[in-house]
């Protein structure tokens, strides 16, 4: 029999719906990285990002169970679907808008799996992240949201179209401008990563 992680998302599901707890845990573990990531890079708070992340999980195991969920093969574009609905329910509810800072306390690149570098590297690795981060909070919100969603998320330009309830050309200008913005910055800062 195949090992769990060989196996498809939609095979995990099914799985899972027949009772084995185990498919459902590889799933979460298949992309806890990049749903985490994106959810923090939104509210920028750890704390509050693991809460988000929690209550996504919630929702997308109560939408399995109840035989709700839809299997188009699309199982990680749909939890993160869910994840940006419930950042956005979060800055309603608080009456702010999102944007993308970073705070000195969290490194959002620890969450991240990078193998294993030297002090000097991860040094350099560390001035050249932060030096990203302080660029992305300069850019506009729609850029910022593009750029997080398709870099560190890994998600598709109809994935981010879905997502942010734009047509797929608007993201991919969104895309492009920011990118522009963001050469521009390091041209006139004299920034090298």
């Given at each position: 029999?195949?090992?769990?992680?060989?196996?498809?998302?939609?095979?995990?599901?099914?799985i899972y719906l027949e009772g084995d707890s185990d498919a459902l845990s590889t799933l979460v573990?298949?992309?806890?990285?990049?749903?985490?990531?994106?959810?923090?890079?939104?509210?920028?708070?750890k704390f509050l990002a693991e809460d988000i992340f929690q209550d996504t999980f919630i929702k997308?195991?109560?939408?399995?169970?109840?035989?709700?969920?839809?299997?188009?093969?699309?199982?990680?574009?749909?939890?993160?679907?869910?994840?940006?609905?419930?950042?956005?329910?979060?800055?309603?509810?608080?009456?702010?808008?999102?944007?993308?800072?970073?705070?000195?306390?969290?490194?959002?690149?620890?969450?991240?799996?990078?193998?294993?570098?030297?002090?000097?590297?991860?040094?350099?690795?560390?001035?050249?992240?932060?030096?990203?981060?302080?660029?992305?909070?300069?850019?506009?919100?729609?850029?910022?949201?593009?750029?997080?969603?398709?870099?560190?998320?890994?998600?598709?330009?109809?994935?981010?179209?879905?997502?942010?309830?734009?047509?797929?050309?608007?993201?991919?200008?969104?895309?492009?401008?920011?990118?522009?913005?963001?050469?521009?910055?390091?041209?006139?800062?004299?920034?090298?990563?």
């Amino acid at each position: 029999m195949k090992t769990m992680n060989s196996l498809s998302d939609p095979q995990l599901i099914h799985i899972y719906l027949e009772g084995d707890s185990d498919a459902l845990s590889t799933l979460v573990d298949r992309h806890k990285d990049k749903i985490f990531t994106s959810i923090y890079l939104l509210v920028k708070d750890k704390f509050l990002a693991e809460d988000i992340f929690q209550d996504t999980f919630i929702k997308v195991i109560d939408t399995i169970n109840s035989g709700r969920y839809n299997e188009e093969g699309k199982f990680l574009p749909w939890v993160m679907r869910i994840a940006h609905n419930l950042c956005i329910d979060h800055f309603r509810k608080v009456k702010r808008t999102p944007t993308i800072k970073t705070s000195g306390d969290h490194d959002i690149f620890e969450v991240l799996n990078f193998s294993e570098a030297g002090m000097e590297e991860k040094m350099i690795q560390g001035q050249s992240h932060e030096r990203v981060r302080k660029m992305l909070d300069m850019l506009p919100e729609d850029q910022k949201e593009v750029i997080v969603m398709r870099h560190f998320a890994d998600l598709s330009f109809k994935e981010i179209a879905t997502i942010t309830n734009c047509s797929i050309n608007t993201a991919l200008g969104r895309m492009r401008y920011g990118l522009i913005n963001l050469r521009k910055m390091m041209v006139e800062k004299q920034i090298a990563l």
